[in-house]
């Protein structure tokens, strides 16, 4: 299938935690957002769950070079039409994906606002590989997934996703409630989980920045 490169990048506590439990997400410190920011210049669209909009009301914008496209995966429409991923940089191009089910209503208020809505199939969530062909089809080539962690599921757990870039943050937080880097059902055993490659480990201010590349084949299946 011909996709965009997916690059996963997130910020974590050291007990693996991207949010508290009452959704602070603020792990990264002030070097990591300057990594993030470049990251988000260097590529062609930005994509982020419907729930980190609602809880962060995230803007997506990149305060480095230029501004890419911004996507949000929302089934049902439910990204309110005052949201800052819609009203901020109007100029920069938002695109919600949503699925046949979203009521029309909601969808013609998002494009009242200039926002563009891709039809994802008509399951009860956006049909992720369909997403990422129309995005190779608008041309977007190299696409920075930022969470959270049920859409992270999402990607990994269809094999969409080519590389993680965690930056671990010195700090636990804990918590049974707090979003963890990938939630969904997850794998029942640990040979069914999808194998990663170490390609680099750095310091970026108080942050440990690993870099991973996702293996295709499991390698635990020929050992
Ligand atoms: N530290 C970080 O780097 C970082 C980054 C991002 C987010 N976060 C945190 O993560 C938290 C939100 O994470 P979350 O896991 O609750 O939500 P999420 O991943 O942001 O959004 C999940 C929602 O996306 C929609 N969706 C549509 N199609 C989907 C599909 N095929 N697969 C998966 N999801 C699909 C579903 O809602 P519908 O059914 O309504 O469509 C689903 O509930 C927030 O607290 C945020 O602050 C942290």
Redesign the pocket.
Known sequence: MRKPYVIL????SVDGK??TRG???A??DEEDWKRVHNLRSQVDAIM??????L??D?KLTSKEGKNPIRVV????A?TPPNARVVTVRPEVETLI???RKAPQERTSNLQKKGVKILVCGDG?????ELLLKKLYDLGVRNLML??????????LSKGLVDEIRI?ISPVIVGGIEA?TLV??RGFNRVSEGLNLELVSSENVGSCLVLTYRVLRESKRENS
């Open positions: 990048n997130a910020a974590m991207i949010a959704g602070d997400s792990l990264s982020v769950g419907i729930n980190t909009i809880l962060d995230s995966v929302d089934s049902k439910r994906a949503v699925t009860e969530n956006v049909d992720l930022e969470g959270g962690g049920n859409l992270n599921w999402g990607m930056a979003v939630e969904g």
